[in-house]
């Protein structure tokens, strides 16, 4: 798998975990779901960039995203 993928899915990984945080808050239970989400996401946007840490700077993350769904698209 590609080190773009990693990145993504990382990323998309740590975006799902912010419902599930929000509805633990809310009532009361601990964080379960979203800590897995978060520690999965985290990890793999760590290794993505441990892999190739100058390629994912902040104005190339567009950049990276989209080409990743371009790829997935195909």
Do not use: H
Request: hydrophobic share 55%; charged share 10%.
């Amino acid at each position: 798998m590609d080190n773009d993928f990693i990145f993504v899915f990382g990323m998309l990984f740590a975006v799902l975990g912010v419902p599930p945080l929000i509805s633990a808050f809310s009532s009361g239970r601990p964080p379960r779901t979203a800590l897995i989400l978060f520690v999965a996401g985290g990890g793999m946007i760590a290794w993505a960039v441990n892999a190739q840490p100058s390629s994912y700077t902040f104005e190339n993350l567009p950049d990276v995203v989209m080409g990743v769904v371009q790829k997935i698209l195909r």
